[in-house]
């Protein structure tokens, strides 16, 4: 089971270049969502879809986009990168309801020179 | 904003000794998760407590639950230096969207051999 998986692991960008990151996931959950994690700051959520056709706006949202393409796959853009998006980004999925765990990707070290 | 914090934020002990962490938050909740992450790797689920809920064990691990105080606790038992990793409480707020899990800025615990 591949479970969530994320590409690419690793990426440098130079500011104002843009890119997307890729994310699906093999186990027919309904809600998907991205996570950057930073040093001392814990895992703040970007964006969450949750459920096929929608997306909603997380704590950090600012400079992101997000796509839910079909039930498998969500992708975040960042349009036009800058420093302060160097982090690490992770997607995460889980099936719908309040008490349901969520499964993580392997995230993506991204740093924005 | 993050709505749980983690404490202490690193704690080093030899293996075989219980290791105890423990999580306040500020809101009402639904239910409160700890999730794993060895280092360089994404987030894995370990238990779930609902706010119903005082106390829980799986395996070498228990956790604890005190609404009254809005603080959890996550023991883990003859620690092996396997478990060293960052530990991360997450909550589900009671009222708010099911969608959302907040994340603290977690404990790093390393087990020595």
């Known amino acids: 089971n591949a479970g969530v998986t994320q590409t690419p692991k690793f990426q440098v960008l130079k500011t104002g270049q843009s890119m997307t990151l890729q994310c699906a996931q093999d186990m027919n959950h309904n809600s998907m969502y991205w996570y950057r994690q930073d040093p001392g700051m814990g895992l703040r959520l970007i964006y969450y879809s949750a459920s096929e056709g929608t997306t909603d706006k997380g704590e950090v949202p600012n400079g992101y986009n997000v796509s839910r393409l079909n039930k498998r796959e969500f992708s975040l853009r960042l349009e036009s990168a800058a420093p302060s998006q160097t982090s690490v980004y992770f997607c995460?999925?889980?099936?719908?309801?309040?008490?349901?765990?969520?499964?993580f990707g392997s995230g993506t070290q991204l740093s924005v020179l | 904003s993050q709505q749980g914090e983690e404490d202490p934020q690193a704690l080093s002990i030899q293996e075989g000794e219980n290791a105890t962490m423990n999580c306040s938050y500020k809101t009402s909740i639904n239910n409160l998760q700890w999730y794993r992450q060895n280092s360089g790797r994404g987030l894995v689920h370990l238990i779930l407590?609902?706010?119903?809920?005082r106390e829980k064990h799986s395996g070498r691990l228990r956790v604890t639950l005190d609404t009254s105080k809005k603080s959890s606790s996550l023991l883990i038992t003859a620690s092996r230096a396997a478990d060293t990793a960052s530990y991360f409480c997450?909550?589900?707020?009671?009222?708010?969207?099911?969608?959302?899990?907040?994340f603290g800025k977690g404990t790093l615990l390393t087990v020595n051999p």
């Open positions: 997450a909550t589900r707020e009671s009222g708010g969207s099911n969608y959302k899990l907040t």
């Open positions: 407590i609902r706010s119903n809920e």
């Open positions: 995460a999925s889980s099936d719908a309801g309040t008490n349901e765990k969520l499964f």
